[in-house]
């Protein structure tokens, strides 16, 4: 449920020179052991100058910081912790990049010279990262900022990924407080490729490839959690935002449960533990070519299924997104990739075969709950399309579970 916000936005903004004038929401996810929900905030100040600010109402308040306003939801009485990009109190790092002044001086003093920056934000997940891209005169960067606990690890996993000879960025420069700089990698997301992608399987073979190197990288730690581990938070999610569709949801979560107990054996291996087309950059003019990996935050120990089950179900999404807008040609490309990637990396790994379903329709339940929450009728149309896709995922059932 989400919090009173018609309240308690107003209330948090009050004493800082703006009013509330509209809210949109904008992201649910899970945060420690709450919520956190994203709002596109509408403001305008004494002079009449207007402007949204993305901001977070966050359930567990006990990562709050002196950047948050702590209050309760009136409703409820539930405490509340309200914040505003770029304030986020568990990325210290983040508001001292998206100025070019500071920036300028604190790259300065990691000795990388940088003169006028211009500053882009590529990726943003609220308390988890934030990726900022920036052009200069010398050069073009990107300023990873994570939890500052997080940076030997990641530090450790781009050095133990470039030594398989994957290409992952290379780690300029980190700071502890969070603040990784990373060079640039050639190419362009394959995102924007999918049309050339679609029917060139140097592509999905090159991809399956990179998925058997991540295997052979020295890493011991375990992968962060994905969309299976949290099942049952996507669940209930899910169910809250589409109480009519209860039962259908318990029945897919209740069939990939099922045949997940018998996965306990399983023997894990490292992946990626994030993957999808925007973390796949290709060459530009000959687009089946991977020139870049990216975002190996996630990476890890984990089940042979997830990088493939992940890369298939963004597929779906991708291509869901282009239908809904009248891009037919392109989704029917997302469409085909997600077959190829199917056969292909199961023709490599036939261990994974009877798992691979499972773990797409997790994954695509997981974007289901994302749309549904936002609350909208698009949100909850694209939702049910999503249901229907991993209903389709799971059945029919393998001949061994009929």
């Known amino acids: 449920m989400w919090p009173n916000s018609a309240e308690v936005l107003p209330a948090a903004f009050e004493g800082s020179g703006v009013t509330v004038v509209a809210f949109r929401p904008h992201s649910v996810e899970p945060s420690g052991h709450g919520f956190l929900y994203g709002y596109e905030v509408d403001t305008v100040d004494a002079a009449g100058v207007t402007a949204t600010v993305l901001t977070f109402i966050d359930t567990d308040v006990t990562g709050a910081d002196a950047s948050s306003v702590l209050t309760t939801d009136p409703g409820t009485g539930q405490p509340l912790a309200v914040w505003a990009y770029p304030a986020d109190p568990l990325l210290p790092a983040l508001a001292g990049v998206t ?61 133990a990924f470039r030594a398989q000879g994957l290409p992952v960025p290379r780690v300029l420069a980190s700071r502890a407080d969070g603040l990784l700089v990373l060079e640039r990698v050639p190419g362009v997301p ?133 239908r809904g807008n009248g891009d037919e040609a392109e989704a029917r490309a997302c469409e085909r990739l997600a077959d190829e990637v199917s056969r292909t990396w199961v023709g490599e790994a036939p261990a994974i075969a009877d798992r691979l379903a499972p773990a797409v329709a997790s994954q695509l339940l997981a974007h289901a709950g994302g749309q549904a929450t936002l609350g909208t009728d698009s949100g909850r149309r694209k939702a049910v399309q999503l249901l229907g896709a991993a209903s389709g995922t799971l059945w029919p059932r393998p001949v061994a579970a009929v």
């Open 99 to 159: 100025y070019p002044d500071r920036v300028e001086e604190s790259l300065a003093a990691l000795g990388i010279a940088v003169t006028a920056p211009t500053l882009a934000v590529a990726a943003y997940r609220p308390g988890k990262r934030a990726v900022i891209r920036l052009d200069s005169a010398e050069t073009t960067l990107f300023l990873k900022v994570i939890r500052p606990d997080r940076v030997a690890p990641i530090v450790a996993l781009h050095a």
């Open 190 to 322: 394959a995102g924007q490729k999918v049309l050339e992608l679609a029917d060139d399987p140097r592509f999905v073979a090159q991809v399956v490839e990179l998925g058997v190197r991540t295997a052979r990288v020295d890493v011991t730690s375990s992968a962060q959690s994905d969309a299976l581990d949290h099942g049952a938070w996507h669940r209930a999610t899910l169910r809250s935002a589409l109480p009519e569709r209860a039962a259908e949801i318990d029945g897919l979560y209740d069939e990939i449960d099922r045949r997940r107990a018998s996965w306990a054996g399983d023997p894990r291996r490292v992946i990626h533990g994030d993957l999808h087309l925007e973390q796949l950059f290709v060459h530009p003019a000959e687009p089946w070519r991977v020139t870049g990996l990216l975002d190996i935050d996630t990476a890890g120990q984990g089940h042979p299924a997830r990088d493939a089950g992940a890369l298939v179900a963004h597929l779906v999404v991708t291509g869901q997104w282009h």
